[in-house]
């Protein structure tokens, strides 16, 4: 019998993807207490500040030189799904927009034909860690959505949709449907330009957590589709009966149901992303994915004409102080939070 998996590939930092995804990387940052400026109260000596990526310490400051993160850049042609699990972001964008987002929060921008933005990590907590852990993920837009107008979508934690299978020995699966829907559950819609806004294109995003020894039975999807399991968590789980270990990527069979089986030591998590591929040239340099380099030499010339927009914001790297909680604010005016948790009677 032919085994459903077609490739197994270890993960680095940066995961490998394929086609209609661009980029995958798991950040997974230990920070320390924060200080008066959110920042780690920690010495910095010896970091590359401005290209900190070594996990000295088992943490990195990325280009932040006070906040760890990510200051003002720009993108063109692609959106970013970013899946924050523990720890804040802080957005701001060269639209005006502003938000602060995480703890299970998935913020889904569309860069379309230009955006700056930044994302900063706030240690706002001043007497214990900092733990932060997001999943960014690059999803691609067709040739004629590339120009499409920037705009972001929060999915709120408390809104996204999760399911929990049990299986024939009691132990269960709980799957958070970030998007494609799964059995009974509909995820929340994506930006109007998204490939993940077409049925056809049958984009998925799913985070799987498996209870020791756990088994489900991963369904089938539409024809064409690409799929990709990550193995980020725990010591390996079983596809159809072979084995795929920690710290592994496994592209599978997508057009049939398949059976996945955590190994008997420890909870196994995994990302799943699928989709029918765009099937269109890639022409990328750094932030800007587009399809032929003319194009892409017109993003930069319009970014350095324009500044897609200028930086609205009074410095690259902004946050949104220590008391903040989670919230956004669009391009248009419009705010909008978290509805509240039901307190139980």
Not at 102 to 108: A, F, K, T
Not at 118 to 143: A, K, S, Y
Not at 185 to 196: I, K, Y
Request: hydrophobic share 40%; charged share 20%; aromatic share 8%.
């Amino acid at each position: 019998m032919t085994s459903p998996v077609l490739q197994t590939v270890p993960l680095g930092m940066r995961w490998p993807t394929i086609d209609p995804f661009l980029f995958c990387v798991h950040h997974d940052d230990a920070y320390p207490a924060g200080n008066p400026q959110l920042g780690p109260e920690a010495s910095l000596a010896g970091r590359d500040l401005g290209m900190d990526f070594a996990a000295v310490d088992g943490w990195n400051m990325y280009h932040g030189l006070v906040v760890p993160g990510f200051p003002a850049h720009p993108h063109r042609g692609f959106e970013t799904v970013t899946y924050v699990r523990r720890g804040l972001i802080d957005h701001s964008d060269s639209l005006g927009a502003t938000a602060r987002f995480g703890r299970g929060d998935v913020q889904w921008l569309t860069a379309g034909g230009g955006i700056v933005h930044c994302e900063m990590f706030p240690l706002v907590d001043r007497t214990g860690p900092n733990p932060l852990e997001l999943f960014q993920i690059w999803l691609n837009l067709p040739g004629e959505d590339k120009l499409a107008d920037p705009y972001f979508t929060m999915l709120w934690g408390e809104d996204i949709p999760t399911i929990v299978a049990v299986d024939d020995e009691g132990r269960s699966t709980e799957i958070t449907v970030i998007a494609g829907p799964l059995a009974a559950a509909v995820p929340l819609a994506p930006p109007p330009s998204s490939w993940a806004a077409r049925r056809e294109a049958d984009v998925a995003i799913w985070h799987l957590r498996f209870e020791p020894g756990a088994t489900w039975e991963l369904p089938p999807a539409a024809p064409g589709t690409a799929r990709v399991l990550y193995v980020f968590e725990g010591s390996g789980l079983s596809i159809a009966d072979e084995a795929v270990g920690a710290s592994t990527a496994a592209v599978v069979d997508a057009s049939a149901p398949v059976e996945v089986r955590a190994g008997a030591e420890d909870q196994v998590e995994v990302l799943v992303l699928q989709g029918r591929p765009i099937g269109e040239p890639v022409a990328q340099q750094g932030p800007f994915v587009m399809n032929t380099e003319a194009e892409l030499r017109q993003a930069f010339n319009d970014y350095r004409r324009t500044g897609f927009g200028g930086w609205p914001w009074p410095a690259d790297d902004p946050h949104h102080g220590p008391d903040a909680d989670r919230f956004a604010r669009h391009a248009d005016g419009r705010e909008e939070r978290p509805a509240p948790t039901p307190v139980p009677a």
